[in-house]
């Protein structure tokens, strides 16, 4: 018997083989008849078929129609009314993929690569297919089949450059050959790095994407053939150019990254997100890319304790709220998606959670296509799966109803033409109440959950009797135990189950005598209906309004500039007129556009009494790592190739903070991880805004450059170069002297004819050298971090000696002993009020440093590094005045107009000037004292900060956040799985801060 | 007179040269003119101090402006003249400014482990004394004076129980020289009933429950039950029982670290069962629920500095400014807890401002100042010779050109410990005066 079932098994497999296979074992036997489906509703191509017929041969669909004409040899499948639907398509998954072995790096940090021949990043594992460690997983792959899905596409999910990926139909009764679609569908890329190597770089987002800028300059330049030596790594890619490009952003804010890259390199990424892109749809419908939802809306939190829910935050209770509405709003905003369930815990919540999708907003027929037309097409097997359509393969879902409709089960799931039974429609639902006699008593014997694993309840005479069921294939067993003549005994009942109204079998009663039985069942009345409907909750259908950001604070809409006459207010001008006490300040269309005493207001505009006020402009952070995904790229000593300005978060609630602190500009700095660091990004806090907006427009570039103790390591153990102050300046010295180098190289090479051009090798592009080069040709600022003064001084001498200045010295604490050469240098310096003691370099930091450096002629800037003191930058000027005697009106320049000047935007913001930006600040007293409030912050004419409604705002989170939790509470019942409350760490970011 | 009073302020305007630490008082100085902030709430204008021996031994006030005649009065009622006068018309008159919670002179630079001593290795650590580490010659302690903070309570952290902490003046040669109080407080840091999940090893990220919270308070509970049991027994081997002693027999204070609301409530009810009611909370910051809890168990608090992010992302940014009023409008004793500001020791310099800061979200501004004054030395039982400006009480004053809570005003001219003239240079005035002597040198 043994034998002939594994026998079996290996017949089955062999069922669609190749009809030039051997065989060995037996006859050789091929499928030949028709599969036909009738009175079927068919969601074909050209719409629903009712009462509709399919015909199936080979896995493919051979015909649909109303009354065909059936082959003969046809084995008919009598639908009876169901459904059937192309089936599903996960286009994210590592389905039957080995996961990758984590590399245990030890505890040095590896910066070289590990593998050779390849590119000279482990992370980019472009030539790897993952067909190679596929493994078919029939468990994973029931899992994927019971929610539909008939066809995976595969990938291990490592690395920033994944390699390719397989497509396989979900075909249990077969070999690979029958099941592979196409062993290499697409590329597949990430911001992530691969478990298999602990080289260091890129160790952050934005070096990520610098990696895979790189890596497309230098595939570009080895497809033109002009490498000498041989690169497996981008053969791989310039051999699977025309594959299609996946990209797993996993974020929404990663999703808005890729789609910049894609449009940057013509990649067309599809683009898996985190299901939060209705958070920043406005941005992405901008780009045509398509993307991969998932559908893993979050739980509930627990909020049966009060003390924790006051820690929970908007966005996380928002999210509960806003997920479902997710695909429903990228369908408004004509984004193309297909929906992945990939992400979801339990995958079982797969259909439901997209019929909640549907119930908030998503069409029936857009949730189809993502899972159906989309998802092929993204892989390019568009005429083959996805639809149901003469030559298309039979992958098909019988359902037994509307696709999404509520009570809606998938019965079978077909795939290639091979049956995959899902809902057993042949079980029979005994469930119900029985009378049976035995020894001539009567037992009421109530059967439950007959068509999954049965229980029952047994009464005689109002009496418990305790009872055992099992069901093993059709047959039902029971066995009672009773009490005969106050003996323990027990009768058993066996009943092959066939029909759903009685019950018939024998048993052998409490003396041991066998009978034979059929009982009915009992009508019930209609009573297990009403219980089943749940109470409808009042506030279960309020959806929380998705603001910019879509955080507590967050704008229903961006804020406009006004045309304003701000009267009798004391205005600090930071230009010549000095303060001047019962003056005016108009504003209109963005701009200053009058200012003087008793000015007449214009028409239309609105009047702003500021009596006993005083108006500044905007303060401007020369140090901030605010509002950034990522901070340090440190795993090269130079990353000159990588910007902040790849990585801005416009949600850091820390911009509406520093609002609200009277901050309207920002330099968002790389970290000090490495001597050269990243490109910084300028920025207005526009809060609410468009990343795009955030930018300060016409903003010259910058780069960061650190010096001391972070980039020697000294706080930690290291082993890179350069572990002292004499490496860091000759990293300085190389890199400024390979820029030089390939600054000659291009020149050479540009000056060359077209036709000179061929006959010579072009020069490679280098993004991190392109930079350094801007440096040397004065096109890109420098703005260094640093502490002591040799290091100091010395950065200024290899400046000089490769002709260029250093703009600013950022921390800069021991600017005042080499403030006359600074000076001579033409360097500003940018520093902290009042800290030291924190590190060894910091012992000689002096809070009148800034006084001193002002008094030598340095143009001297008061920074935060945190985006915490940055909010009250006004009284770090203060401190200005208190240590070293500057004036108050020399000190209220350091936040606002030397910051402008050492970032080049003085043209534009800085001072209360006609024509400047309406970047400013309406205090409520002296701008430098503690007891002064900010009343209200512009920022080009429109009002940011507000204190009247940041009240009014206070208020609705207040509101908005009881709201959610009653209805949270909802479902906060017994049995419900719920989450604990889980609001992150605030970090006060510094330059110090790694993100991985 | 008068000459006596130019060559007095000539004398003083020397300060920079003057003796560190500065030698006891041996001359009697008055002070007339200035507006006294008494610490207590009051504010005593156009005011005259006296102190002799380190003793305050006259305060008054006139309506009159001060003249030579008039201060002549005060020397010949007391019977004597006191030997130096200072003209303080139009400045003000301060306690000296007292710090809790601070690792000054216990850590000299954070990423130095050499020169960090503020955290033993260990749990409880009951017997573990900050004092003897104490560095009187820091340059963060000199760093203190020229703002008016003269006064500190130096404590250990880390483990459960850090160790116990003294009160010192912030001008001394050595420890022995500058204890006002020995071993006065007991540091607990209270556990925290949550943590947050360590994503790197795989854990979801955010908040979750702490699931050891219960097993430890209840070591912490039989920590606490062994040590009473045996606090008395005279025998070796008991260091850490016999440590615990002077808090249950309410020699010294126990300083309670707890934020959450939840620690708070536990932590006090735990140490009030078993008999201890001398208890400070330090931290306190997310206290606003419990106030009426505090109060009802008559007990002061520490509050975290304001210069710090609020609670959540979605609280009022100055939310951290906003909690002292709350509590002393409960009628708390309220002070302020330095840590947790950006450069925190080195920071304790700004508690005036912090004080200030407090004031301008509604504190009454003398209230303010005794959050750094008077409060600290009720907590520190050294209020009968601490934190106002009495009659007998130390003559520990500083004199300000402006309003010392506020930055831009806050201009530090005399500072006194118990009646000792002390020198308001520091290693970063020293630098500062070198180089700016080096550039207008130059010119």
Known sequence: ?996 | MKKIILLNVLFLNLIFSQQTPAPTQDKSVLIFGGITHVGDGQIINNSVIGFTDGKIDLIASSEENWTDKLLNMFSDSNNKKYDTIIDASNQHIYPGIIALNSNLGLVEVDAVRASVDDDEAGTYLPEVRSIIAYNAESKAVESMRPNGVLVAQIAPNGGVISGSSSVVQLDAWNWEDAVIKYDQGLHINWPSPYTFGRWWLGEERGLKANNNYNKQVNDLKEFFDKSKANMNLDKSMNLKSRSMKAIFEGESTVYLYADDEKEIVDGVLFLKKIGINKIVIVGASEAKNQLDFIKENDIPVVVKQPYRFPQSVDSDPRETFMLAKKMIDKGILVSIDPSGAPQSRVSIRNLPFYAGSFSSYGIDKEAALSMITLNPAKMLGIDSEFGTIEIGKSATLFISKGDALDIISNNVTHAFISGRNISLETHQTRLWRRYSNKYSNSQ
């Open chain 1, 1 to 996: 018997m043994k034998r002939l079932f594994l026998l079996l098994i290996f017949f089955s497999f062999n069922l669609n083989a190749q009809d030039y296979f051997i065989v060995n074992d037996g006859v050789k036997t091929k499928d030949y008849q028709y599969n036909v489906f009738t009175n079927a509703n068919i969601y074909s191509s050209n719409g629903m078929i009712t009462n509709g017929t399919l015909i199936e041969k080979d896995g493919k669909i051979i015909d649909i129609g109303v009354n065909l004409n059936l082959p003969n040899n046809s084995v008919v499948y009598d639908l009876k009314g169901q459904y059937i639907y192309p089936s599903f398509i996960e286009t994210h998954s590592s389905f039957g993929v080995k996961k990758p072995q984590r590399k245990s790096s030890g505890r040095s940090s590896q910066y070289e690569p590990s593998r050779n021949g390849y590119y000279w990043n482990d992370h980019i594992l472009s030539d790897y297919n993952s067909f190679i460690d596929y493994t078919y997983n029939q468990k994973e792959a029931k899992g994927y089949r019971d929610i539909g899905f008939g066809v995976v596409n595969s990938h291990r999910n490592d690395g920033i450059h994944r390699g390719t990926s397989f497509a396989i139909g979900l075909i249990d009764g077969q070999n690979e050959s029958y099941r592979v679609l196409s062993q290499k569908t697409a590329e597949h890329y990430s911001f992530s790095r691969s478990l298999t190597s602990g080289q260091s770089y890129p160790s952050s987002t934005m070096g990520a994407i610098a990696l895979i800028r790189q890596l497309h300059y230098d595939s570009d330049w080895y497809s033109q053939g002009e490498s000498i030596s041989k690169d497996l790594a981008i053969e791989a890619i310039i051999k699977n150019k025309e594959l299609p490009k996946f990209f797993d952003a996993n974020d929404k804010l990663n999703v808005y990254r890729a789609a910049k890259l894609s449009k940057e390199f013509n990649l067309n990424f599809i683009i898996k997100g985190s299901g939060k892109e209705y958070e920043n749809v406005r941005e992405l419908k901008k780009f045509s890319n398509t993307l991969i939802i998932p559908v893993n809306f979050p739980k509930a939190f627990d909020v049966s304790n009060s003390k924790l829910n006051d820690k929970l935050t908007i966005n996380q209770l928002r999210y509960w709220n806003q997920a479902p509405a997710n695909l429903g709003i990228l369908e408004k905003n004509g984004v193309t998606f297909s929906i992945t369930s990939s992400d979801l815990k339990n995958k079982r919540e797969f259909l439901s959670n997209i019929k909640k999708a549907i119930k908030n907003g998503l069409s029936e027929k857009v949730a189809l296509d993502a899972l159906t037309i989309i998802p092929a097409s993204s892989i390019n097997l568009d005429d083959k799966i996805g639809k149901i359509e003469k030559g298309y393969y039979a992958n098909l879902l019988i359902t037994s109803g509307p696709i999404f409709g509520d009570k809606t089960v998938i019965n079978e799931n077909w795939v290639k033409g091979q049956r995959h039974i899902i809902k057993n429609t042949d079980k029979v639902n005994v469930d119900g109440d029985y009378t049976i006699q035995i020894n001539d008593k009567s037992y009421e014997i109530k059967i439950s959950n007959s068509l999954t694993k049965p229980s029952t309840k047994i009464k005689r005479d109002s009496t418990d009797i305790k009872s055992k069921v099992s069901l093993v294939d059709d047959w039902l067993s029971l066995t009672l135990f009773d009490s005969i003549n106050e003996k323990p005994s027990f009768a058993q009942i066996s009943t092959k189950i066939s029909s759903s109204t009685s019950l018939s079998g024998t048993g052998s009663d409490f003396n041991n005598n066998s009978f034979s039985f059929t009982v009915s069942k009992k009508k019930v009345e209609n009573n297990t209906n009403a219980k089943k409907s749940p109470k409808s909750k009042s506030d279960s259908s309020f959806v929380s309004n998705v603001t910019f950001p879509n955080v507590g604070f967050g704008l229903k809409s961006i804020p406009n500039s006004q045309s304003i006459h701000f009267k009798n207010a004391t205005l600090w001008t930071n230009e010549s007129d000095g303060i001047i006490e019962n003056s005016d300040i108009i504003i209109n269309n963005g701009k200053i556009v009058a200012i003087g005493k008793n000015l007449e207001t214009p028409a239309d505009f609105k009047v702003i009494d500021a009596t006993n006020k005083h108006i500044t402009s905007g303060i401007i952070d020369e140090h901030s790592h605010m509002a950034a995904s990522s901070i340090n790229e440190g795993g090269h000593n130079s990353s000159a190739e990588v910007s902040i300005m790849d990585v801005i978060n416009p949600d850091d609630i820390n911009v509406y903070r520093n609002l609200a602190g009277g901050v309207t500009s920002a330099q968002i700095l790389h970290g000090s991880a490495n001597p050269i660091g990243g490109q910084s990004a300028i920025i207005k806090l526009k809060w609410g805004s468009e990343i795009n907006d955030m930018y300060f427009e016409g903003a010259a570039p910058f780069i960061k450059f650190a010096l001391g103790e972070n980039v020697k390591q000294s706080n930690w153990s290291g082993s890179r170069f350069p572990q002292t102050r004499m490496g860091v300046e000759q990293v300085f010295v190389d890199h400024f002297d390979r820029a030089k180098e390939y600054a000659k190289t291009w020149e050479e090479y540009n000056s060359l004819s077209p036709r000179q051009k061929r006959s010579v090798t072009k020069p490679r592009f280098d993004d991190e050298l392109e930079t350094l080069w801007e440096i040397l040709r004065g096109d890109r600022f420098v703005s260094s971090h640093s502490y002591v003064q040799s290091e100091i001084n010395m950065l200024m001498k290899v400046a000089e000696k490769f002709n260029f200045r250093i703009n600013t010295f950022t921390h800069i604490l021991e600017g005042y002993k080499v403030a006359d050469k600074m000076a001579e240098h033409g360097v500003g310096g940018s520093t902290f009020s009042d800290w030291w003691g924190y590190k060894y370099e910091v012992n000689d930091a002096i809070p009148f440093n800034a006084s001193i450096m002002h008094n030598a002629g340095v143009t001297v800037a008061l920074n935060s590094d945190n985006s915490e003191l940055s909010r009250r930058l006004n009284l770090e000027a203060a401190k200005a005045v208190k240590y070293g005697d500057i004036s108050e009106e020399e000190a209220w320049k350091f936040v606002t107009l030397n910051p402008a000047k050492l970032l080049h935007i003085d043209h534009k913001v800085g001072s209360l000037k006609i024509g400047k930006d309406a970047d400013i600040v309406v205090w409520s007293g002296h701008p430098m004292s503690l007891f002064t409030k900010t009343e209200q912050t512009y920022i080009e004419g429109a009002l940011y900060f507000d204190q009247d409604n940041h009240q009014q705002k206070l208020k609705e989170i207040k509101d908005e956040k009881s709201i959610l939790i009653q209805q949270m509470l909802g479902e906060n019942l017994p049995g419900v799985k719920l989450r604990f409350p889980n609001p992150m760490p605030q970090i006060e970011v510094t330059c110090e801060h790694t993100e991985f």
